[in-house]
């Protein structure tokens, strides 16, 4: 499976207002981001040379960086351009565009007050996974043991990598017993969200999907929302128990990088993608397409 390293692609990154080649996008190992996890960052698809939604994905960047504590050094604006620029320098269409800020090395504890704050973008070729019937099929999803946590014990609306430690110990435990990936539930026993991406049901033609109060409220999950009210489906967002899924009909994940993908199965749950899952795909892969 292993690829080139991610620290070994060609071309350019973007690294606190200037470009610099690939392999001298580099930090030294006393980096307050590695050590105490104070890095924040964003996961965003370009499509035919246009990023989907940048704007709003800068302005989570920002918002992230503030439930961290410290402010990112570029107006959204700025961040908007830079992307843009490294997708153009990438010289590709169809890519993953990665920014991300960290607290530097002045300091080297818990507290970080005097800290640099570094941003780097790093565009890479990715192009969208897109074979309908394939897809059609649906992945399968473990159960997850780790619980999205609750708002009180960590800043749970910032997309920070210390949010990732237990989607990374979830998606290992799920691959390890041949699953895709892994739904988690949250610490009320709720089902939340997958590691990554959003989860939506349906049941009787209707669309429902959790409240998104203790993890983020995905761009591709407000997306497909907006996509499904146009074609006049009923969605709610509510509370979800585990046991409801025995009766749910479809299931799908949204991200920008899992984009609409149906789901088969959720552990001892079974699920057939059909007409809706769909109907979300097709509309979906309309949507991110430049005008
Ligand atoms: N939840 C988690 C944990 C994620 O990592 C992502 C991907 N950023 C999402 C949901 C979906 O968010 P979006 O649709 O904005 O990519």
């Known amino acids: 499976m292993a690829g080139v390293p991610f620290d070994q692609l060609d071309g350019q990154i973007w690294y606190n207002g200037e470009f610099v080649d690939w392999g ?3 930090m030294h190992v006393l980096t307050h981001g590695l ?21 709003k994905h800068t302005e989570r960047l920002h918002k992230s960086a503030e439930y961290l504590g410290f402010e990112i050094p570029y107006s ?25 800020a960290w607290r530097g090395s002045e300091m080297m504890g818990v507290s970080a007050q005097n800290n640099r704050i ?29 619980k999205r946590p609750d708002p009180a014990t960590i800043p749970c609306k ?15 435990a799920a691959e390890a017993k041949g699953y895709a990936d892994a ?48 074609r006049q489906l009923k969605v709610t967002e ?8 025995a009766d749910f009909e479809e299931c799908f994940i949204t991200g920008s990088a899992a984009e609409v993908t149906p789901v088969s199965e959720i552990g001892p749950y079974n699920f057939a993608p059909s007409a809706i899952s769909k109907a979300m795909i097709e509309d979906y892969d309309k949507a991110v397409q430049p005008n």
């Open 24 to 26: 001298d996008a580099t």
């Open 118 to 146: 570094n941003v780097a973008i790093a565009v890479w070729d990715w192009p969208s996974y897109f074979d309908p019937d394939q897809k059609m099929k649906g992945i399968r999803l473990d159960i997850a043991d780790w």
């Open 238 to 245: 509510r509370i979800i128990m585990p046991e409801e899924m």
């Open 35 to 55: 050590h105490y996890a104070s890095a924040v960052f964003e996961g965003e698809r370009a499509y035919g040379g246009k990023i989907f939604e940048l704007t």
């Open 183 to 230: 739904l988690m539930f949250d610490y009320r026993g709720r089902v939340a969200e997958c590691t990554g991406a959003n989860i939506f049901f349906t049941k009787d033609g209707e669309i429902h999907t959790p409240n998104p109060d203790c993890f983020l409220d995905g761009i591709t999950r407000q997306t497909v929302i907006g996509l499904a009210k146009k």
């Open 76 to 100: 959204v604006e700025a961040i908007d351009e830079a992307c843009k620029e490294t997708l153009k320098r990438q010289g590709l269409q169809n890519a993953y565009v990665r920014p991300v």
């Open 158 to 172: 910032s997309k920070a990598a210390g949010l990732y430690m237990i989607c990374t110990l979830s998606k290992h």
